[in-house]
């Protein structure tokens, strides 16, 4: 039996406790943005978690955690790359890390990916109910839901004054006058996030640098302004939101100071619908679309895509004539209005596949290092995403384009269209290896 909904139909804690109490056994996926979550639960407890967000794997939470570098991920990534292996091993072999080490921070993870599903107002679920196989976990957990639902409720409300305060993600903070107290330089993590504040950087710019997630990143700078370390500079005008993972060119930034945000008004949803769907154990399906999946040629024309009134169709034909980006854009547009949509997954992931594989051959052979055109410094008034800036800062004459991708904390998708815009823009250019 498939339990099928959405979060604003039936909110998380409502679903966990639901699961908990009925003591369900099976698989528990929930997306968004086409990030997917996964938990595994067992007779109503929670066994296994897994995510395929970028932030959340472990390489980049170890960066986050300090416990490697990026050198030494770069290194581990290519081993695993030809041994199949897990991450994890691979470091202990390296020496990077001992196994009390890896098991920690495993345990570390498998905790943020579970609590990060209470940040999510939104997105949709599917529950199946199935037989669970506990030996396919790397780090088996084994936690009560009740025990789960109060750390995310309080996550939940932490997140509220959070957003309250940190609204956007081109807020610009900056250091007061008051010298920083010992707390900061309690550990690694907390010095990184500290050093990373620079006046310059948006809130999208730092966790992106400190490679964290939303609510490690967001709830440290929260504490440093409750204690009048940090004030809020202004605003980057003209910068695009970098959670829509989209490169575009954009405008010159400018530096602007906000007026407060007004609270917005708490919406309530309608649980009594929401309980009697959950109890028959049926919830209101998602549309599915058919799709024909055409097999892409070599052949990249230009073309202007409107978003607004494109369908599946045409986002085929885009594929077939080889414009892979603008069937890309097509179809990341429609997987936004149709949430969980299998078929469109499906023939989204084969047009990243088509377009990965084309500009690893055409625009951006793995092993070319990128060099910049002229200095970062001078890029600064350019209008650079996040993760245009995140791209160029790693830049320096020595690591390939595969090297400078496996560290990016972001999809390869989304690193390859950024790294080919900017060869475009002529802000790179490619060598040979040395």
Known sequence: MALVGTLSTMPLPDLLQWLGTAGKTGTLRVERSRAVKTIRLREGRVTGCSSDDPSLRLGQFLLSRKKINEEQLRQALTVQEKTSGFLGQTLVEMGALNKDEVRKELEAQAGEIIYSLFDWSDGVFRFEDEEVDDRTEVFPVDLQVEAVLLRGMKRIDDMAMIRELLYDPRLVLRYTSKPPGPEIFGDETSRSMYSAIDGERTLADILLHVHGTEYIVKKFLFDLHLSDYVEIAGLKNNEPSPILEEPLGLPPLEIDVPAR????????????????????????????????EPQPSDAAPESTVDLEGATVAHASELMVGGDLEGALDILDNLYRKNPGDDALRRLTAEAEAAFVGKAYQHYLPADKVPILKSSLDSMSSESLTPQEFFLLSRIDGSWDIKSIIQVAPFSEVLALRTLKRLRELGMIELMDPV
């Open 261 to 292: 945000r007004p609270a917005a008004e708490p919406t309530v949803p309608d649980r009594a619908e929401t309980a009697a769907g959950a109890e028959s154990g049926t919830v209101a399906t998602l549309p599915t679309l058919t799709v024909t």
